[in-house]
């Protein structure tokens, strides 16, 4: 009898212990399966972050675009062919390999060399993210490289498998884990992955001209004047347009005018006010500038230490330092020109001068 309950209590104490042993077995497995999940959470975490400033970078690249000639606002860069590498200078037979590790802009004004650090992609070093951009941004130019903007032209169509076959249509720009080409225009993408939409594209480059239009007025005299004029049937609400008005200067004298009359004043000149037109440009003896203070949206050949232009006032067109002219136009910023009509500008004397889209 005693034995008996020997062997009843000594079979209940290893039951006991096998039900401790698997309670903590389960707890251990219940923790690990926490902490599994919640490291993939912070991977996911990671990688949004990670994303969300390749998407920052891409879009600031694009913002600074169509400063100079060669090149149109909203253009991204082209992918490279190797991970880590520079962006191809085209790729209109392939738009699509691995995110570059850089793609910087340089501007140089005013003597000063302007990088785009902002808009460094580095985080490209570390996951060899693979990078899709749409045709419509890769247009040809002059030149044949990579770097003109043409909507009518198609936008990807991006399907993610690991997602039942979801389908993102009017893509301009994709990043993701890989890319895999299956038509034109057409790609499988595996997560994580970022998209850029085509309309997302375009409203974030409205806002970055909006900003150059901004900057531009800064700094100059109420309208109207040359390049602002005033809407028929008000009176403080006016119209962008683009005047081309331009000095040549050599060393010894700049010839101004525009395509409608302009005020022209000089420092240095014996004239020190003149008024131009088409026809009868002004002559100065020395640096020239507009009376309205519009500030010079291009120098050619490009503001640097070793050319002709040599700008000291963002107001002004220097005379040259040697025997290339030296040609400033005083207008709009180059990637604004064309979309001129899409603006009007509001003046009041209180809030000073307003930019505002005028909705299609």
Known sequence: MNMQASHQGYAFLVVLVLVILGGFATSKIAESGALQHALQLEQQTRQSQILDHIRSGLLGFASTQGIHSQSHLGHLPCPATLPEGPPQTTCLAKPWAYLPIHSKTAINYLNRGISARNHELAHAASHHWHYAV?????????????RWVDYSKPAMRIRIPAQQNRIEENI???????????????????????????????????????HLLRDTLRNTNNPPHENLIQAPGTTNTFTPVNSNCACRCTKTKCTCNCDEPGQWSS????????????????????????????????????????????????????????????????????????????????YSPISGMVVNQVKP
């Open 267 to 346: 420092t240095s000149s014996e004239q020190p006010v003149c008024f131009s037109t088409p026809e009868s440009p002004c002559i100065f003896a020395g640096p020239a500038t507009l009376q309205s203070q519009w500030p010079v949206s291009r120098f050619e050949p490009v503001a640097a230490s070793n050319k002709s232009c040599r700008p000291s006032k963002r107001q002004e067109c220097p005379l040259s330092t040697n025997s290339t002219a030296c040609t400033c136009d005083f207008s709009w910023p180059d990637n604004t020109k064309a979309d001129l009509a899409n603006f009007q500008i509001t």
């Open 172 to 210: 301009a720009a994709v990043v993701a884990k890989s890319i895999q080409s299956t038509g034109e225009h057409h790609y499988d993408v595996t997560p994580p992955y970022m998209l850029i939409r085509v309309n997302e594209l375009q409203a974030h480059m409205v806002q970055a001209q909006i």
């Open 134 to 146: 749409s045709a419509q941004l890769l247009q040809p130019n002059a030149l044949g490289w990579s």
